[in-house]
């Protein structure tokens, strides 16, 4: 395993040093200045007016990677990021809206029943695999597919917003929001993201649970001589996925519009971000968190560098993918390497 976490490191200077190349090439070629492109991306990450949005965008991001980076730190693949976190949104938003408890009370419900409802459906692809033998990856992506189409036909219709011609749900009572923290658009819910971080961190690293989940993903056949139960890892490391999904919708919904909008949480492919910051990091807490604040700057910091260089943002997508192609193909490298000294 050190072994391993040794190429992995040293691939990712590897990998963003390419990624970097061949952005300096990319923009070289459509007419812009790289140094002024790079200047305004900077400024439109990390500025005085950039900056809350970087936090803001950081939030689903960083909430998604580490959803992703749980089971993925023993192997396992969730592909149903999206179905979960869009279940956990529409059921804070049903709850919002019908909760007879005071305002507070009922954000916490909210939370409470998003993070119930992703969890409760991403296990359900967990004992799709566990009990009737259909691959996780096959059954957590399909399994995206029914929540997304059931929040759809929610917003159109039961909890429609009767003034919007939008595919939106009402807007939520007063008083039924997470606070805000003086920073744009972020709420508490970044604290509450972070705070799931420090736990992932001390689960992994300090405990039996975190053990029995690095040895999984390390070496499965030997994980099973050594007794580790994988259907029941498989459920609980798939549930707390799930119900990290759901609290990040719930977050979303909960902050500002104040309600649900179709599409608004799978348009910016947070989930995909999230991944891909998962596996740059290979799924290591601090890693992730990192990789994840890194992809959220460079996808914000695209908007300002687009009005500046008038170059077009879906740039920085590439170099998100580039950076994951370069990763795998100079981890690869090196691992061979390696294995012939």
Do not use: K
Not at 15 to 33: E, M, N
Not at 66 to 72: M, V
Not at 172 to 195: N, S, Y
Not at 233 to 239: G, Q
Request: positive net charge.
């Amino acid at each position: 395993m050190t072994r391993v976490r040794h190429v992995r490191r040293s691939a990712v200077p590897i990998a963003l040093g390419a990624a970097f190349i061949l952005a300096t090439v990319l923009l070289a070629a459509t007419g812009a200045d790289p140094l002024r492109a790079y200047q305004a991306l900077v400024v439109g990450a990390f500025g005085p007016d950039g900056f809350p949005g970087t936090l803001a965008y950081l939030v689903p991001v960083l909430g998604m990677a580490i959803a992703l980076a749980i089971p993925l730190r023993a192997g396992m693949v969730n592909l149903g990021g999206e179905g979960q976190l869009v279940l956990g949104a529409i059921t804070a938003v049903i709850i919002g809206l019908h909760s007879p408890l005071p305002a507070g009370f009922t954000v916490l419900l909210a939370v409470a029943g998003g993070v119930l409802a992703g969890a409760s459906y991403a296990a359900l692809a967990a004992l799709c695999e566990t009990s009737l033998g259909v691959p996780l990856l096959v059954s957590s992506l399909l399994l995206s597919y029914p929540a997304m189409s059931l929040a759809s036909y929610l917003v159109r219709f039961p909890l429609a917003d009767p003034g919007s011609s939008l595919p939106q749900s009402r807007r939520l009572p007063e008083g039924v929001a997470l606070p805000g923290i003086g920073l744009g658009e972020v709420t508490v819910g970044l604290f509450a993201v972070l705070a799931v971080v420090v736990v992932f961190l001390v689960v992994d690293a300090r405990t039996p649970a975190g053990y029995e989940v690095r040895m999984t993903g390390a070496g499965p056949r030997f994980a099973a001589y050594a007794g580790i139960d994988r259907p029941a890892l498989t459920l609980r490391l798939l549930a707390a996925s799930g119900g990290m999904a759901g609290l990040v919708g719930a977050i979303m919904v909960l902050g500002f519009p104040f309600r649900f909008i179709d599409g608004a949480l799978i348009s910016p492919q947070y989930t995909w971000i999230g991944l891909m910051a998962a596996l740059l990091a290979g799924a290591s807490p601090v890693g992730t968190a990192l990789a994840a604040f890194f992809f959220a700057a460079l996808t914000n910091g695209g908007f300002d560098m687009e009005r500046v260089t008038q170059t077009p943002r879906e740039l920085t997508a590439i170099l998100q993918a580039v950076i994951i192609v370069f990763l795998a193909s100079s981890t690869g490298l090196l691992r061979r390497r390696g294995g012939t000294r």
